[in-house]
């Protein structure tokens, strides 16, 4: 079965974080992610991570309409946790987010930073890839 590969970022450095290092890893692998099955990634900025539960499911959901291919989805949700340091908390259910998606995709995953992601993952980009 095909694969492909949703990332839901929350901002526009990490959209650009994501887009390097999906390009460093095709390019380890020869441009070819046919040898894993996997027929796309997807980067979505959702523009901010309180958007992450209504605008991810109508982006995943318009994606997956249009795809032409059959093909199993991987969703991964990236964002920083240090907005909930400060007092401030976007209104994000991650079980509901989880919950939702679980009924529509393979697979869910959460990349939950402590800090800026981007800070910690462009520190190590040779080790990540």
């Known amino acids: 079965m095909n694969k492909v590969i949703i990332i839901f970022v929350e901002g526009d450095t990490d959209e650009e974080f994501y887009k390097r290092l999906i390009s460093i890893i095709k390019s380890k692998c020869n441009n070819d992610f046919k040898q894993f099955n996997i027929s796309k990634v997807h980067i979505i900025n959702l523009e ?8 991810a499911i109508r982006l995943f959901e318009r994606l997956k309409r249009n795809s032409k291919i059959k093909a199993d989805y991987y969703v991964f949700f990236s964002y920083d ?18 919950k939702a998606f679980k009924r529509k995709c393979k697979k869910v995953y959460l990349i939950a930073a402590k800090e800026a992601i981007e800070d910690w993952f462009l520190f190590d980009i040779e080790g990540i890839c």
């Open 48 to 55: 901010g991570i309180g958007n992450a539960q209504a605008k």
């Open 81 to 98: 946790t240090d907005i909930f340091k400060y007092g401030k908390k976007p209104a994000v259910n991650w079980d509901m987010v989880k």
